[in-house]
Nanobody
Framework: QVQLVESGGGSVQAGDSLTLACAAS????????TAWFRQAPGRDREFVAG????????AYADSVKGRFTCSRDGENNTVYLKMNDLKPEDTAVYYC??????????????????WGRGVQVTVSS
């Protein structure tokens, strides 16, 4: 089993920055990739960004490309999501997820086995 715990959420103004962290524990070597998803009220959970375990490959949703950066600290089993130039439409609960899928960085919720509880990010205009 793998446990994922997110931190760093909060309420900010449009244009501000925020960094989320996802700390993993347990059998972390079974997880090939980690991703961030978000879910706004009344909407489906959507892929935001992801990174492979080796840190070499990343992927981003078009809506955040150029504003968000996903990185990892392998020593501490922590994945970060640096969010710049936040917009009100970025308001959502952000979830960290781990996949056992050995190839690429899946964008489908169903490809992820482990999930954190989520943190709220609220961006006001």
């Amino acid at each position: 089993q793998v446990q994922l715990v997110e931190s760093g959420g909060g309420s900010v103004q449009a244009g501000d920055s925020l960094t989320l962290a996802c700390a993993a524990s347990g059998r972390t070597l079974t997880v090939y990739g980690t991703a961030w998803f978000r879910q706004a009220p009344g909407r489906d959970r959507e892929f935001v960004a992801g990174i492979r375990r080796n840190g070499g490959n990343t992927a981003y949703a078009d809506s955040v490309k150029g504003r968000f950066t996903c990185s990892r600290d392998g020593e501490n089993n922590t994945v970060y999501l640096k969010m710049n130039d936040l917009k009100p439409e970025d308001t959502a609960v952000y979830y960290c997820a781990g996949t056992l899928f050995p190839h690429l960085i899946p964008r489908e919720v169903s490809r992820y086995t482990y999930w954190g509880r989520g943190v709220q990010v609220t961006v006001s205009s």
